[in-house]
């Protein structure tokens, strides 16, 4: 009888550290041995020229996350993780989301619900805190970082989550105390609230309007003012969706200072503009910039390069798809509000837990701008570390789960909605070319994408709780400036 149940073969495997040929031998689902000539597996796989990387860890996308406000994100757990193995990804991080007036646990068990037996990828849950009561702060929140939920976001906009300062900063306090993550979504919300306003008065309605009333400045000054509390507070923070040059500017400044002020990316800031919000008041553009609504928006040209440097030159630590799944012509989706609905009204978020490694492999690794350990860094390592993941995911090492996947680099092709596995009806992504995507996407040893055939099963994707973040484990001594 083997003792291994997979032998893949002359494996070029890469890591955050290193590349180094090996055979990977997987037994119960985790990384037995890595080495030359190992014995005969049940099954064999050659993936000799090929390389191989961990699976991807999307530690940044909303699947079935409730709304509120009428409407409804296309992508549940069966159809998100189903996506997400296609594209190479085999960890998801969404969200538990509390609503006002109610617990996060409340919403940690609806969340349960809404995940068990779909998930053909393992899974996660950040929480987000939007009511943070002093029995939340003292109570819910301490239990539930020791029970693997150790990471959570706040936001710094939107009226039906948003935080005021003093809250921020209590958040913040009870992470520094108990050692968890806190990502901050960093945009001025009375500015944006000030700007819209006025935008809406003098007629400008159009979603490219969406760019003008949330600017950068406003993204800018939340950063900052995000950086100012952590440094208070003495406590790591990830800065997410970074969309350009000044808000990357003030994570750089704190970072030179010594501060643990980390930052994330996505696609839609590399790969969209704020042309792709429309370029005038046509119908046609009405429609594309509906499917391109993001907060905050993408920007232009310029600021799509600092992006890239920036994950070239350790500004970024994760880049993660924000995926956040509303259909075009889906009547609770981006045109819920109606076909010619204000800017201020349609769904923010695009799609993209699918396509992000892929870009980021195609446009990143094979055009030159990152290494390749950069790579798997950004998409896996990192994500794992900065969530309470790793080593169990986000490396290939003896002991490590077997999340693996071996990477065809030869595969030219446009990016087309038709062969994407989410239930979203349009990608912003159309047309753009990529020339690598994932071969065979192991969970576990499992196969649940090989060869352009989806092979997983609902249910065989498993909750991950988190252990303590790497970069948030409280410090002995000293204070955070
Ligand atoms: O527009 C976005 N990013 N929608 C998703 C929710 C969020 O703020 O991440
Ligand atoms: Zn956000
Ligand atoms: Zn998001």
Aim: net charge negative.
């Amino acid at each position: 009888m083997s003792i291994f149940d997979l032998v893949i073969r002359n494996a070029r495997c890469v890591t955050a550290a290193d590349v180094f040929e090996a055979d990977i031998g997987i037994r119960d689902g985790r990384i037995a041995a890595l080495g030359r000539a190992l014995a005969v597996g049940r099954e064999e796989i050659d993936a000799a020229g090929r390389w191989v990387l961990p699976g991807g860890i999307d530690g940044h996308c909303h699947f079935d996350q409730p709304t509120g406000d009428g409407t409804r994100m296309a992508d549940d757990f069966l159809t998100g993780t189903r996506s997400a193995a296609c594209g190479g990804t085999t960890t998801i991080i969404p969200f538990a989301c509390q609503q006002r007036g109610h617990s996060l646990r409340e919403a940690v068990d609806d969340y349960h619900r809404r995940a068990d037996g779909k998930a053909s990828v393992d899974y996660a849950f950040h929480l987000i805190v939007s009511d943070p009561t002093p029995q939340v702060l003292a109570e819910e929140l301490p239990a539930l970082i020791r029970e693997g939920y150790s990471s959570f976001k706040i936001y710094m906009t939107y009226d039906d989550l948003k935080l005021d300062d003093r809250q921020i900063i209590d958040v913040l306090a009870v992470a520094r105390e108990h050692g968890a993550m806190v990502m901050m979504h960093a945009e001025n919300a009375d500015c944006i609230a000030w700007l819209t306003e006025r935008l809406l008065a003098a007629g400008h309605t159009a979603p490219r309007y969406h760019a003008e009333a949330r600017p950068m400045l406003v993204e800018r000054e939340a950063t900052h003012r995000a950086i100012s509390y952590a440094q208070l507070v003495d406590v790591p923070i990830l800065i997410v969706h970074v969309s350009g040059r000044e808000a990357m500017e003030q994570i750089r400044w704190a970072q030179g200072r010594g501060m643990r002020i980390y930052g994330e990316t996505c696609p839609q800031y590399l790969f969209l503009s704020a042309e792709d919000l429309g370029i005038d008041d046509s119908e046609a553009a009405h429609r594309r910039g509906s499917m391109c609504i993001c907060s905050p928006p993408p920007r232009d040209k310029g600021n799509q390069e600092a992006i890239w440097d920036g994950l070239e030159n350790g500004v970024f630590q994760v880049f993660s798809s924000d995926h956040a799944p509303f259909s075009i012509d889906d009547p609770q989706g981006k045109q819920a509000a109606g076909a010619k609905a204000s800017f201020d009204k349609i769904p923010n978020g695009i799609p993209g837990v699918e396509t992000r490694l892929p870009l980021l492999f195609s446009h990143g690794v094979q055009s030159g701008r990152l290494d390749i350990c950069q790579f798997v860094a950004l998409t896996a390592t990192n994500v794992a570390k900065t969530y309470g993941l790793y080593p169990r995911k986000g490396s290939i090492a003896v002991g490590s789960d077997a999340d693996l996947v071996i990477w065809d680099t030869h595969a030219p092709r446009p990016i087309r909605n038709a062969d994407l596995h989410h239930a979203v009806d349009y990608t912003p992504y159309e047309g753009i070319e990529v020339s690598a995507w994932p071969a065979l996407t192991l969970v576990r040893g499992q196969a649940v994408w090989r060869d352009g055939e989806f092979l997983g099963r609902p249910g065989q994707g498993q909750f991950q709780p988190c252990g303590l973040p790497a970069p948030a484990r409280p410090k002995t001594r000293g204070r955070n400036t």
